[in-house]
């Protein structure tokens, strides 16, 4: 399934509930998703693997394995260590 941007438009509470119903139909379907966000959060809450593509042309992109179980919780400690880390790759933390 390849989504990109789906959840881009939608407000908070409607998009976090899409990133859920998302999260069920990978887990009960195991169908294979690639998707593009802007959303670091919305990444490392759906993904197994988030690549950072770099701002340059010609630059490297980035591979990071999103090592948590699921279902993820946003407020546990490591979810919120990758999402500084994410921050922090690209300056903004």
């Given amino acids: 399934l390849l989504l990109d941007e789906?959840?881009?438009?939608?407000?908070?509470?409607?998009?976090?509930?899409?990133?859920?119903?998302?999260?069920r139909?990978?887990?009960?379907?195991?169908?294979?998703?690639v998707m593009v966000t802007h959303d670091l959060e919305e990444a490392i809450y759906l993904a197994d693997r988030v690549?950072?593509?770099?701002?340059e042309k010609g630059g490297t992109a980035r591979l990071v394995e999103v090592e948590l179980p699921r279902p993820r919780d946003r407020s546990e400690s490591r979810f919120v260590r990758?999402?500084?880390?994410?921050?922090?790759?690209?300056g903004l933390h």
């Fill in 82 to 90: 990758y999402r500084e880390d994410l921050l922090r790759e690209f």
């Fill in 51 to 55: 690549l950072i593509l770099p701002r």
């Fill in 25 to 33: 139909i990978w887990s009960e379907e195991n169908v294979t998703m």
């Fill in 6 to 23: 789906p959840l881009g438009a939608l407000d908070a509470m409607t998009k976090i509930g899409m990133q859920e119903e998302l999260a």
